[in-house]
């Protein structure tokens, strides 16, 4: 069972769409952080949010923490070619270990 | 500033084999953490080292060890391959001892195990 479940697991879109990915967990996080991988990469850093309720806006990318800090998605708007990735979420180990634990991703694939 | 490098990229075992792998962390970053990325598990934490010292390892057998060094260069060795070994290898440095820090990842090493 994964501590932080994401859904969908696959999502492939027109250009110009609009899309929603969900990072879910029954745990409160003190933080959860949203990277982007794309093929033959590493992950990168998009965005971490710590203030439950919190939204942050990057360029077309909307993030949004859970007023209960247990839950965020990620919401692009108008999504592009450039956007195909594999999208994770990531928070703090709530057992305090300090390990930073990883959601199983989403694949967004957007078609021209 | 140069990036977190892993080395090799690409390598080609077979069962019963050991691999070490490289990672040289940002200059600067102290901790160095290590991830197995699957298709079907995603990514799983392996473990992470700070100042030489192992802070944190994840439930992988004991074939699966690393070190880090005066310099922060960190390395992981698996030994006796299984087939199930096969995935790419992250390594991920940070300039924050505790995980929650922003992770910055190279680009893997992608093993396969035949």
């Known amino acids: 069972t994964q501590l932080l479940e994401q859904s969908p697991q696959f999502l492939s879109i027109q250009e110009g769409e609009n899309l929603t990915v969900y990072c879910n967990s029954s745990?409160?996080?003190?933080?959860l952080q949203w990277y982007r991988q794309e093929p033959g990469e590493g992950p990168v850093l998009l965005v971490t949010?710590?203030?439950?309720?919190e939204v942050k806006k990057l360029k077309r990318l909307t993030f949004q923490f859970g007023d209960a800090r247990k839950d965020s998605s990620l919401h692009i708007t108008a999504a592009q070619t450039g956007d195909t990735g594999l999208y994770l979420c990531?928070?703090?180990?709530?057992?305090?270990?300090?390990?930073?634990?990883f959601g199983q991703g989403t694949t967004l694939q957007v078609k021209p | 500033k140069a990036g977190v490098t892993q080395t090799p990229r690409y390598l080609i075992k077979t069962r019963g084999q050991q691999v070490t792998l490289s990672c040289s962390p940002i200059?600067?970053?102290?901790?160095v953490s290590w991830y197995q990325q699957t298709p079907g598990q995603g990514l799983q934490f392996l473990f992470e080292?700070?100042?030489?010292?192992q802070r944190n390892k994840g439930n992988f057998p004991g074939r699966f060890s690393g070190r880090q060094f005066s310099n922060s260069r960190s390395e992981m060795n698996v030994s006796t391959l299984e087939l199930g070994d096969s995935a790419l290898y992250l390594c991920?440095?940070?300039?924050?001892?505790w995980g929650t820090g922003e992770l910055f990842f190279g680009e893997g090493s992608r093993l396969t195990v035949l």
């Open positions: 991920a440095s940070s300039l924050r001892q």
């Open positions: 745990s409160v996080f003190s933080s």
């Open positions: 949010v710590v203030t439950g309720g």
């Open positions: 990531a928070g703090g180990d709530p057992g305090n270990t300090g390990k930073l634990i």
């Open positions: 200059s600067g970053h102290r901790s």
């Open positions: 080292y700070f100042s030489e010292t």
